[in-house]
């Protein structure tokens, strides 16, 4: 009955964290659907949605094979059913090829857990474990997918694993070692198959820490230093200061109320760990620039690409993936700091933030503050440069703006108010879909002209314009 209630618990949490987390199709996912010839975003969806929830399913009968009890193969479903968060091209973000792949990762790992039961050969199965992903990260990697070196999103994966890791070495059996081992690597090759491994190794890593001594105690620990991870983004000085702080406060605690650690270890653990994942998931699928090109085209740039169809040549300035998906056609990827045009040029916010990249150019909202005469202003941001524009009657007043260097917190230049432009007028100056473009240093180019013509269509934080 236990391990019903288990996989309950597992496939309600799964359905949940994805209808939860759930944001829409990449740029890249755009393109597996153009090259499997889908063109009903809904199939992806279902696509991503099964997976969700038939790959941990998979990796807890998985876990199951080796021996672990219910809580600790849920755990190990639990990791992967949230690692898509943190992958920028999988279930979350519909990407139909990365969420096959992810099933298809979890399902070999269930073969081999059941060929080495078969065999009663752990060492054998493991080699069979190696040789299929390592088949698959060779194909990901033949098709040109590249290699991922960020593995700061699965921090809340890692001291499990390498839990394992070490566990292994003491023992000298490589059947530990190897699979967290191949993990690491699998990750820098393709997500999906080595966050799949990774979940796996999480669990086994538990299990083994679950028999140690004074394993509340270390239980506690990983479970701060993960929660620790995440709210540091992946920074490991940072995060082994923060996790060894938490770990301390939190045992003074106990200590001084006198609380017994083996009967609150494993609930405050579990709490813990999803807190954490619910933060990364929150931190993470949220939609806003952050000067780095987004995974997600926004509903605006959604809109202009379908009002795009038949309208002869497009300029855009990103998302040519979602543009032909769209517009049924392709367009003319454009430098919007540059002078090249196209008959017809869509403007929104997000390709904006796309092609202009970080730079003293496009500003997004960042906060308000209160000058020194009382007065409010505006901070504008992108990357390392800050806009300070002075608020007037609810509106961003007409008056010179300070351009700012936020990291040193020093004056690069005062910007003349008629060289500052608003994306959209119509908004409210800290509407997440408008932009401060300064156009000071780059009159001529597509952006500077592009703001000033009258516009042909538009929509909140976009528009178009006629050559």
Known sequence: MKEYLHLAALVLFSVGFFLVGYQGISEQGYGKLLALGINDVQTAYYIALGSAVVAPLLLYFALKSVGLSDWKCMFGGLMLATAPVAINNSV??????????????????????????????????LVFLLVVAGAAIYLGSARGTGINYYVGEYSLLLPFSFALF?????????DKVGPPLFGFVALLF?????????????????????????????????????????????DPMRSAVAGLFGFIVFYAIMLMYNMKMREVAQPAAILLMLVAVLTMAGNLSAHKFEGGVLPVPSAETIGMFQWAQGKGEMGIFAYPNAFKFYAGRDAKVLDPLGSTWADKVIFSHDTLDAGVGEGPNLFYYFATSTAQDNSEVAIYKNGNYGLMMKISEGRVDRSDADLIDINRRVKIKTIPFTKIKMLDGNLSYSDSRNRVINVLDIEGSVLADGIKKSREYSMPGAFAVSR
């Open 190 to 234: 393709s997500h999906p198959i080595g966050a799949a491994i990774l979940a796996c190794t999480s669990a086994l890593g538990l299990a083994e820490l679950w028999k140690e001594k004074d394993r509340p105690i270390l239980l506690e620990f990983l479970a701060v230093y993960a929660l620790c991870l995440v709210f540091s983004q992946g």
């Open 166 to 174: 070490v566990e292994g070495i003491k023992e000298r059996r490589e």
């Open 92 to 125: 979350v973000l519909a990407d139909p090829e990365a969420s096959l792949i992810m099933a298809g990762a979890a399902a070999a790992i269930l073969v081999a857990g059941l060929v080495s039961q078969a065999i009663k050969n752990r060492r054998m199965g």
